[in-house]
């Protein structure tokens, strides 16, 4: 049974005459939530439970520049949530007695420096190894270069600090982890990885979308979503991260580094699959197809450290709404009233997914937002609570003031844009801005080709909120940076009256007095 929510409509007519009307209550529900501005949500959403109809939802754009439509069928990177199908792969080949998960990594992957460290210790994420700071000095002596499985071991030889904690003592989260064990997968079936989960995962598991970068999927899928952020503050589009080419390097460095330079990563991330795949994956799952009940309960178990004590982290992970610990390849909680939960975040630019299964209560979701909307841990856990027929948490619903504005100014000038910023601030209810929003689109503006309209910027939030020495520190930054000297100068003494300890503007006004005296 099928209930179908996309865009802005419910297709009741689509589900058959069974469906339970507490469920297409559900679904209105979701959809009111989630709402129809891609603002608050720009993605997919697919839930089921036991004796339940599956409900469907999509929102926004799957490409903004293509004008292409989110579809709770799209293709799209998993990011880290393709973390436990790694885990899953190490797992088969132990119950295959082609390795033991007390294994030294070093016996399956011939020159790794660490030899106390075991295939257990990369699977829960209690190695003590780096993470994606690991690759930092390969890249700084070649900018251009692609990270791969290939670079992983001699980047670990010339690793010159200590790691993070003995083996086993501690948990911290790396990605560096899953990409070994990506490299043991395939050293230990004699495949790549890629082809080892399509024939021994995918395929049992009826995945027919779902494929490894690299390597095909079963069946010939569509593009993937284009992973789409609000890089600037004077864009009001997510753009798509590959085309992203703006002058200020602080802004690009991430991007291109993680995107790029680590962009080909496999084990940790580029997982593409689809929402309905990963309902299959869980079927699979808990049929024990794919792996044996056995191994799974043992992979949900919290991991213990070195000192005889379970981990757990402090905070209630809102995600669940649970206090949690990590497994061997899953986030695992236990909550009051859904029992046991396991599941995975992932999150890489220009994308955000979730995967969630109550293990207990039968119950599955699966999520995804590309549009940078922002709150998705509180947006997926309200998603949760709406079926569980419980209220959602209080979101974010305002659009940004600043960003319109900041669009208006590049668009149609800083008359045009200070009408426009004045007509929507009246509507207090769907517009909102705030002095740091407006502080970084006056350095987005500087740093991105906008020299004069940061001016803009800069001046408005100034007026706004005359009495934050920042502000008129980043004002002068911008007055100094088009070569208003003498009104840099003055902006910064009004600075530091407002807060005389701000060493970085006494500096900043000491070298443009300087030049003053000898460049009048």
Same mark, same amino acid.
């Given at each position: 049974?099928?209930?179908?929510?996309?865009?802005?409509?419910?297709?009741?007519?689509?589900?058959?005459?069974?469906?339970?009307?507490?469920?297409?209550?559900?679904?209105?529900?979701?959809?009111?939530?989630?709402?129809?501005?891609?603002?608050?949500?720009?993605?997919?959403?697919?839930?089921?439970?036991?004796?339940?109809?599956?409900?469907?939802?999509?929102?926004?754009?799957?490409?903004?520049?293509?004008?292409?439509?989110?579809?709770?069928?799209?293709?799209?990177?998993?990011?880290?949530?393709?973390?436990?199908?790694?885990?899953?792969?190490?797992?088969?080949?132990?119950?295959?007695?082609?390795?033991?998960?007390?294994?030294?990594?070093?016996?399956?992957?011939?020159?790794?420096?660490?030899?106390?460290?075991?295939?257990?210790?990369?699977? /829960?994420?209690?190695? $003590?190894?780096?993470? %994606?700071?690991?690759?930092? =000095?390969? &890249? +700084? *002596?070649?900018?251009?270069? !692609?990270?791969?499985?290939?670079?992983?071991?001699?980047?670990?030889?010339?690793?010159?600090?200590?790691?993070?904690?003995?083996?086993?003592?501690?948990?911290?989260?790396?990605?560096?982890?899953?990409?070994?064990?990506?490299?043991?997968?395939?050293?230990?079936?004699?495949?790549?990885?890629?082809?080892?989960?399509?024939?021994?995962?995918?395929?049992?598991?009826?995945?027919?979308? /779902?494929?490894?970068? $690299?390597?095909?999927? %079963?069946?010939?899928?569509? =593009?993937? &979503? +284009? *992973?789409?952020?609000?890089? !600037?503050?004077?864009?009001?589009?997510?753009?798509?991260?590959?085309?992203?080419?703006?002058?200020?390097?602080?802004?690009?460095?991430?991007?291109?580094?993680?995107?790029?330079?680590?962009?080909?990563?496999?084990?940790?991330?580029?997982?593409?699959?689809?929402?309905?795949?990963?309902?299959?994956?869980?079927?699979?799952?808990?049929?024990?197809?794919?792996?044996?009940?056995?191994?799974?309960?043992?992979?949900?178990?919290?991991?213990?450290?070195?000192?005889?004590?379970?981990? +757990?982290?402090?905070?209630?992970?809102?995600?669940?709404?649970?206090?949690?610990?990590?497994?061997?390849?899953?986030?695992?909680?236990?909550?009051?009233?859904?029992?046991?939960?396991?599941?995975?975040?992932?999150?890489?630019?220009?994308?955000?997914?979730?995967?969630?299964?109550?293990?207990?209560?039968?119950?599955?979701?699966?999520?995804?937002?590309?549009?940078?909307?922002?709150?998705?841990?509180?947006?997926?856990?309200?998603?949760?609570?709406?079926?569980?027929?419980?209220?959602?948490?209080?979101?974010?619903?305002?659009?940004?003031?600043?960003?319109?504005?900041?669009?208006?100014?590049?668009?149609?000038?800083?008359?045009?844009?200070?009408?426009?910023?004045?007509?929507?601030?009246?509507?207090?209810?769907?517009?909102?801005?705030?002095?740091?929003?407006?502080?970084?689109?006056?350095?987005?503006?500087?740093?991105?080709?906008?020299?004069?309209?940061?001016?803009?910027?800069?001046?408005?939030?100034?007026?706004?909120?005359?009495?934050?020495?920042?502000?008129?520190?980043?004002?002068?930054?911008?007055?100094?940076?088009?070569?208003?000297?003498?009104?840099?100068?003055?902006?910064?003494?009004?600075?530091?009256?407002?807060?005389?300890?701000?060493?970085?503007?006494?500096?900043?006004?000491?070298?443009?007095?300087?030049?003053?005296?000898?460049?009048?």
């Amino acid at each position: 049974m099928r209930l179908i929510v996309h865009a802005a409509l419910l297709c009741l007519g689509a589900a058959p005459a069974a469906a339970q009307p507490g469920q297409a209550q559900t679904a209105r529900q979701l959809s009111e939530f989630l709402g129809t501005e891609t603002e608050v949500f720009n993605g997919a959403l697919v839930a089921a439970g036991p004796q339940q109809p599956e409900i469907r939802l999509a929102r926004g754009m799957a490409d903004f520049a293509a004008g292409r439509p989110n579809h709770p069928d799209a293709v799209f990177q998993l990011a880290s949530a393709a973390k436990p199908f790694t885990a899953v792969a190490v797992l088969q080949l132990r119950d295959k007695r082609r390795l033991s998960l007390d294994d030294p990594v070093k016996r399956h992957l011939p020159g790794f420096p660490f030899p106390d460290i075991t295939v257990r210790h990369l699977l /829960s994420h209690t190695s $003590g190894l780096p993470d %994606l700071e690991l690759f930092e =000095p390969l &890249v +700084a *002596r070649s900018p251009s270069h !692609v990270v791969t499985g290939r670079d992983l071991i001699p980047a670990l030889q010339d690793w010159k600090q200590p790691l993070r904690f003995a083996a086993g003592e501690q948990f911290r989260y790396s990605n560096i982890n899953y990409q070994l064990l990506a490299e043991l997968v395939a050293a230990v079936s004699g495949r790549a990885f890629g082809h080892y989960l399509r024939d021994a995962v995918f395929r049992p598991a009826g995945m027919r979308s /779902s494929y490894v970068l $690299g390597t095909e999927a %079963l069946r010939t899928p569509g =593009p993937p &979503v +284009a *992973r789409q952020v609000l890089a !600037v503050m004077f864009r009001t589009t997510p753009e798509d991260i590959r085309t992203l080419a703006y002058a200020d390097a602080v802004l690009m460095r991430p991007y291109r580094y993680e995107g790029y330079n680590l962009g080909s990563t496999v084990g940790d991330q580029n997982l593409f699959s689809t929402l309905g795949d990963l309902e299959r994956f869980d079927r699979a799952l808990r049929s024990g197809r794919i792996l044996s009940l056995r191994s799974q309960q043992e992979a949900y178990r919290p991991i213990r450290l070195n000192n005889g004590r379970d981990h +757990a982290e402090e905070q209630v992970y809102e995600l669940y709404d649970a206090k949690c610990s990590y497994g061997l390849g899953w986030e695992t909680c236990h909550h009051p009233t859904r029992g046991r939960l396991v599941g995975h975040a992932g999150y890489v630019r220009g994308i955000a997914v979730m995967l969630y299964r109550q293990v207990d209560g039968g119950r599955f979701a699966a999520m995804f937002d590309n549009g940078d909307t922002g709150e998705f841990p509180k947006k997926f856990a309200s998603v949760i609570n709406i079926l569980d027929g419980l209220p959602p948490l209080a979101i974010t619903r305002t659009k940004s003031l600043t960003r319109a504005y900041g669009a208006a100014l590049v668009s149609s000038g800083p008359v045009p844009a200070l009408i426009r910023y004045n007509q929507l601030k009246a509507n207090s209810g769907e517009w909102a801005g705030t002095p740091a929003g407006m502080n970084r689109l006056g350095y987005d503006l500087l740093r991105n080709g906008h020299p004069a309209l940061a001016l803009e910027a800069f001046r408005l939030n100034v007026a706004l909120n005359p009495g934050a020495a920042n502000l008129y520190d980043s004002w002068a930054e911008g007055l100094a940076a088009n070569g208003y000297r003498q009104e840099a100068i003055a902006t910064y003494r009004r600075s530091l009256e407002l807060d005389p300890a701000n060493a970085a503007g006494r500096e900043a006004l000491v070298r443009l007095e300087a030049e003053a005296l000898h460049q009048p």
